[in-house]
């Protein structure tokens, strides 16, 4: 399977604690993008990479979140000292830019983070 | 900002009944994208539409791009239980060299009884 896998699949941690999840996108694409996902809501997008680059944040995304995509490849999001607000679904998706078009996001399954 | 409507928010059928449900802006973009997510899972591309007026068939669904690029529906004939699921909508617009992201709607919540 080539599609875009996240991991852990499902986290839970005490409020303050450190998390980071990953992830590997399709292999042959450049830009990666991370969004969180709220119970009955839309993916709200957080930030992109476009290879190594990290291009644009979001608002949503605190000082206490930080990603790294460090070789152009896998991207790792990190949430220090978690909050219960924090908690909820972390989307990685990928694509493949041509010009100043950009193909279709294709997602990952998503990493479930419950803060306690 | 932009933003994406999704109407109805939820949206409850017997099977073999046909719907449409809908996402609409005021703004334009250069494209759309329908997904569809079961819980727990991430989104699954269904279509992505480019040109104002386009119409998209994949099996029982038919996707339509409004002709000023701001709105699509999407119509099911003869629902099936697992067509139940979230449908989202998102909006593509590249703002310069450098900068875009996706915007999505909130999303249809459709269950298909048996």
């Known amino acids: 399977d080539t599609g875009v896998s996240q991991n852990p699949r499902h986290k839970i941690t005490k409020r303050g604690q450190n998390v980071t999840f990953r992830c590997d996108p399709i292999?042959?694409?450049?830009?990666l993008y991370w969004y969180r996902q709220t119970l009955g809501q839309g993916p709200e997008f957080l930030t992109y990479?476009?290879?190594?680059?990290?291009?644009?944040k979001s608002r949503l995304l605190s000082d206490r979140f930080s990603a790294e995509r460090p070789k152009g490849s896998f991207s790792t999001l990190e949430i220090q000292r978690t909050e219960q607000g924090d908690s909820a679904m972390y989307l990685c998706?990928?694509?493949?830019?041509?010009?100043?078009?950009?193909?279709?996001?294709?997602f990952g399954p998503g990493t479930r983070l419950t803060v306690l | 900002t932009q933003l994406l409507e999704q109407s109805p928010q939820f949206l409850s059928i017997q099977e073999g009944e046909n719907l449409t449900v809908y996402c609409n802006s005021s703004?334009?973009?250069?494209?759309l994208q329908w997904y569809r997510q079961e819980p727990g899972e991430g989104p699954v591309l269904l279509v992505t539409?480019?040109?104002?007026?386009e119409v998209k068939k994949l099996k029982r669904l038919t996707f339509q791009f409004g002709d000023a690029r701001k709105d699509s529906s999407l119509h099911i004939t003869a629902a099936q239980t697992g067509d139940t699921g979230l449908y989202l909508c998102?909006?593509?617009?590249?703002?310069?060299?450098?900068?875009?992201?996706?915007?999505f709607g909130p999303g249809t919540r459709l269950s298909v009884l048996p």
């Open positions: 998706a990928s694509s493949f830019m041509t010009g100043w078009y950009t193909d279709t996001q294709y």
């Open positions: 292999s042959e694409h450049n830009r």
């Open positions: 990479f476009q290879n190594e680059a990290q291009l644009e």
């Open positions: 703004s334009v973009f250069s494209s």
């Open positions: 539409v480019v040109t104002g007026g």
């Open positions: 998102a909006g593509n617009n590249p703002r310069d060299n450098y900068g875009q992201n996706f915007v």
